[in-house]
């Protein structure tokens, strides 16, 4: 069975970081592109970043400079977000691009006060 969990989320000041994290289960993790979801509430889905298998990353525009994806041989998925805003504020979703569609953990939520 397929998992996604991921933890860090949490309340945080404006220029402050946060590192989520994301544990795989149940998938050939080393073949999957991962990537980090966003939704801001009235919004929709946005691509955070992702990771491909061979270790390339693509950002979306908005943290380009700020965030960090990155990935393990033990099936994790990383985060790292500094000089945090509070348009970063939203519930955050870890996710694997799989031959049969895509997999979502379900969400950690990133707070960020102005």
């Known amino acids: 069975q397929v998992h996604l969990v991921e933890s860090g989320g949490g309340s945080v000041q404006a220029v402050g970081s946060l590192r989520l994290s994301c544990a795989a289960s149940?998938?050939?993790?080393?073949?999957?592109?991962m990537g980090w979801y966003r939704r801001i509430p009235g919004m929709e889905r946005e691509l955070v970043a992702a990771?491909?298998?061979?270790?390339?990353t693509k950002y979306g525009d908005s943290v380009k400079g700020r965030f960090t994806i990155s990935r393990d041989n033990a099936r994790n998925v990383y985060l790292q977000m500094n000089d945090l805003k509070s348009e970063d504020t939203a519930m955050y979703y870890c996710n694997a691009q799989s031959p049969w569609g895509p997999i979502w953990g379900q969400g950690t939520q990133v707070n960020v006060s102005s």
């Open positions: 149940g998938i050939a993790f080393t073949t999957y592109t």
């Open positions: 990771i491909y298998s061979n270790g390339i």
